[in-house]
């Protein structure tokens, strides 16, 4: 980066903040490239696991009922990334914005619980979380430690355990679309982290919240068709490099 783009990023995050501190509701939307630090990829990256599985037959939950014991040799190895994965600077940078009032409710696509843990406290999740498993026959749950004792995880009622996430053919939870729905329609700020919100139905809250005259502060390491189409300012960069530059503006911004 030449001294030139610095001093414009540095210029823009300093904008963002406050974007952030004169809007009454903000909301952030997160997604895999948040995580990328804390070590767990991009399932849809080149190489990521929906190249190396075919997503109808692992993927579905179909294909869970029908045969959990194959589905769960793809799940094992999402279950391995985030089993130990421990929240990055930006989990806890986005937790910090929380704290210091200026951030509602994060709505995420990632399933690894990353963002309570670092320290987020109100969380939507769109495709469940992988750190707890449930039966589907007696309704027990268990931590995701369960996988390191058997493969595939059982149940005591002998039942093959899900991990709480939605797979493909299953519905959001229809309290998730609720209510990132109202808080994008009524946030004066929009932070996007790490995604670029193609999936839906992610993809429909940068639009809801623009048009309902929200600020789109983009966090990207290359700028996404959002970039163009929606977003107000565009902070190139890994996560955990700008969001704690954000926190540290915001945080000047609160104190004065
Ligand atoms: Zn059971």
Not at 47 to 74: Q, T
Request: hydrophobic letters at 40%.
């Amino acid at each position: 980066m030449t001294a030139k783009e610095t001093k414009k990023l540095e210029a823009n995050i300093k904008e963002a903040a406050k974007v952030l501190s004169q809007s009454a509701l903000n909301v952030a939307l997160t997604g895999a490239g948040i995580s990328v630090e804390s070590g767990i990829p991009d399932f849809r990256s080149p190489g990521g696991l929906w190249e190396r599985y075919d997503i109808m037959e692992y993927g579905s939950i179909s294909a869970f009922r029908n045969n959990p014991e194959k589905v769960w040799k793809m799940l094992a190895e999402i279950g391995d990334t985030i089993k130990d994965a421990k929240p990055n600077r930006a989990h806890k940078g986005v937790g910090q914005i929380e704290q210091i009032g200026l951030l509602h409710t994060v709505i995420t696509q990632n399933i690894d619980n990353l963002h309570q843990e670092g320290g987020t406290t109100n969380v939507i999740e769109y495709h469940g979380n992988f750190k707890t498993l449930s039966c589907l026959a007696c309704a027990r749950t268990y931590g995701i430690e369960k996988v390191d004792s058997e493969m595939p995880p059982k149940c005591t009622c002998g039942e093959i355990l899900k991990p709480d996430i939605i797979f493909f053919g299953e519905a959001i939870p229809p309290e998730a679309l609720r209510d990132s729905y109202e808080l994008a329609s009524s946030c004066g700020g929009l932070l996007v982290i790490g995604t670029s919100a193609q999936v839906t139905p992610a993809n429909t809250i940068p639009g809801i919240a623009k048009q309902a005259g929200a600020g789109i502060i983009e966090i990207n390491v290359e700028p996404t068709h959002l970039t163009t189409l929606v977003t107000d300012i565009f902070l190139p960069g890994k996560a955990g490099e700008i969001v704690p530059k954000l926190v540290d503006a915001a945080k000047e911004l609160v104190s004065q």
